[in-house]
């Protein structure tokens, strides 16, 4: 079955909702089924949840993330994710620089479901308004590059 790992710096917005959006995206196909989705953080603090609260990102996004703990990318995961995409050029950097026998998997998010290279930024702590510009985005990436996300995990899990 095919994985995908969502990375960002802290684990407590970006990736945990396009992990979320992506599993979204996958049960929505009828077809698409054993996928394996998951998040990390290249700086995260183990444990802590999302922010802003989980009920605002339900709200705005019908996401359900009560139960989401963050967590610290490690070369564990990594291995087990057949496509790991990031959401910053220097998150790409570092995890390709810390483990370069994985370097072929990582891959910029935007990229990925656009074929243009830019950062997905984190969200100013103290405007509500650029998170949801931000999950906006993330969401809207991942609707887009759907199907170029599901055929290059697929490509790497099964490689020919």
Not at 120 to 145: C, H, M, R, W
Request: hydrophobic fraction near 40%; proline fraction near 5%.
């Amino acid at each position: 079955m095919p994985s995908v790992l969502f990375i960002c710096t802290a684990n407590r917005f970006r990736s945990p909702i396009a992990s979320a959006w992506f599993s979204r995206c996958l049960h929505m196909q009828t077809d698409i089924q054993d996928w394996q989705v998951g998040s990390a953080g290249t700086w995260a603090k183990p444990g802590l949840s999302v922010f802003p609260a989980p009920g605002w990102i339900s709200d705005h996004f019908g996401l359900d993330l009560n139960a989401h703990k963050a967590a610290c990318v490690d070369r564990e995961l990594l291995t087990r994710s057949d496509l790991t995409l990031v959401m910053e050029i220097n998150h790409q950097e570092a995890l390709r620089a810390e483990f370069p026998e994985l370097k072929d998997r990582i891959f910029l998010l935007a990229q990925v479901a656009t074929g243009i290279s830019y950062d997905i930024t984190d969200p100013d702590g103290k405007q509500v308004d650029s998170y949801l510009e931000i999950a906006q985005e993330i969401t809207n990436l991942i609707d887009k590059g759907f199907d170029n996300i599901c055929q290059l995990a697929h490509k790497l899990h099964n490689p020919a």
